[in-house]
């Protein structure tokens, strides 16, 4: 059974720093594709995710604060996101497959991880 599970998430202050970790556990293949949010009251939102040529695409929001990096020698992705603000307060979700796919093309998701951003 495939699983995707989050963590690093907390609760921080406006301009500071969190790490966000995804590692797929279960069976061999499947690659993290991207990262996704959802603020309350708001639909889930792509934050960053690979492309089908393989760059990193970034929501416009977040380009310039936010890194997505693998270690696949651990199957796992991050998300480095520096000078968090107010508006990035959501549950942080990644998502993947055993090929390329893109939001609600993925077939594996993690269960969420909590980024709330004071002021």
């Known amino acids: 059974q495939v699983q995707l599970v989050e963590s690093g998430g907390g609760l921080v202050q406006a301009g500071e720093s969190l790490r966000l970790s995804c590692v797929a556990s279960?069976?061999?293949?499947?690659?993290?594709m991207g990262w996704y949010r959802r603020a309350p009251g708001k639909d889930r939102e792509m934050v960053a995710h690979?492309?089908?040529?393989?760059?990193?695409v970034y929501a416009g929001s977040v380009k310039g604060r936010f890194t997505f990096s693998r270690d696949d020698s651990k199957n796992t992705v991050y998300l480095q996101m520096n000078d968090l603000r107010v508006d990035d307060t959501a549950v942080y979700y990644c998502?993947?497959?055993?090929?390329?796919?893109?939001?609600?093309?993925?077939?594996?998701w993690g269960q969420g991880t909590q980024v709330t951003v004071s002021s």
């Open positions: 690979v492309s089908s040529g393989g760059s990193t």
């Open positions: 279960g069976t061999s293949g499947i690659i993290i």
């Open positions: 998502a993947g497959d055993r090929y390329f796919c893109i939001d609600d093309g993925c077939p594996y």
